[in-house]
């Protein structure tokens, strides 16, 4: 999304530079395009800085006008977060109106606040493409795009598939996560995320097939594409992406009826 906003502003005829920052998820295989990659230099030095980045980070913005997209998925915002959003930005853009009322009720200025939603290429999410094969004989395919974060709400997706179905149904859950946590676990994290799908992989459970691997985004819409619907017990989103993405491509969704995918 944040290289398709950036693509965009060029081909406006802006000029763009990028200052890169690679976070603990940074991946060397998804490199920038070189249209991007010829605009890294490292440096503050337009009229406006757009960041992706944490509040933590404003402070070493530069510019006459600063903008700072962000999402957030919690109910309470951390007061430093605020202070970093009113004391260094003129502009807060979040991706849905769940997220503007979050921060607007723990302080910041509604005027300083924006919805600019995320968007999908219809190019590569759309019904009728190529699907993904699956290592399974199951009919029926439940997708499940997640992240180890707590508030993903795998443990609550598991126990209740387990307890709708049993091993003899005609149905597979398909958990595809976007990594694994390291040695050391975040606190936001499951420990063992891994571990927590193994137990419900045993014999008597009903099929859960878990894929790791990475998927470039072509591959992850013949994925979406390959499920009868795409299914998540989250505790909270700012916007859900995957699930726009599944719609996308033609996908029944059935979702917690809480955060901003409620916008779309």
């Excluded at 406006?48 to 509040?55: G, R």
């Excluded at 003899?168 to 958990?175: A, E, K, N």
Aim: proline share 6%.
């Amino acid at each position: 999304m944040c290289r398709e906003l950036l693509r965009a502003l060029i081909a406006r005829g802006l000029a763009v530079n990028i200052y890169e920052r690679k976070g603990f998820l940074y991946r060397p295989d998804m490199a920038l395009p070189p249209a991007l990659e010829d605009r890294i230099d490292q440096r503050f030095c337009g009229d406006i800085a757009l960041t992706f980045e944490h509040p933590a980070t404003y402070r070493y913005l530069r510019g006459q006008y600063k903008v700072g997209m962000l999402t957030y998925e919690s109910t309470v915002v951390p007061p430093h977060w605020v202070a970093g959003i009113n004391d260094q930005l003129d502009l807060l853009l979040v991706p849905s109106t769940f997220c503007r009322s979050l921060f607007s009720r723990a302080g910041v200025p509604e005027e300083k606040i924006a919805v600019l939603p995320h968007g999908f290429d219809p190019l590569v999410y759309h019904p009728g493409g190529e699907t993904l094969p699956l290592q399974t004989d199951k009919r029926v395919v439940l997708l499940a795009v997640t992240s180890p974060h707590k508030r993903e709400g795998i443990d609550q997706l598991l126990e209740a598939y387990s307890a709708a179905f049993t091993a003899d149904d005609d149905i597979c859950l398909v958990i595809k996560s976007n990594y694994l946590p390291g040695a050391k676990s975040k606190p936001f994290e499951y420990s063992d995320l891994a571990g927590l799908i193994a137990e419900h992989q045993r014999p008597a459970h009903p099929t859960v097939l878990h894929l790791t691997e990475f998927l470039s985004e072509t591959e992850m819409a013949r994925l979406y594409r390959s499920a009868d619907g795409l299914i998540s017990a989250t505790r909270g989103e700012g916007f859900g992406m995957t699930f726009l993405e599944a719609l996308a491509c033609g996908v029944r969704v059935a979702v917690t009826g809480w955060g901003g995918q409620l916008d779309f």
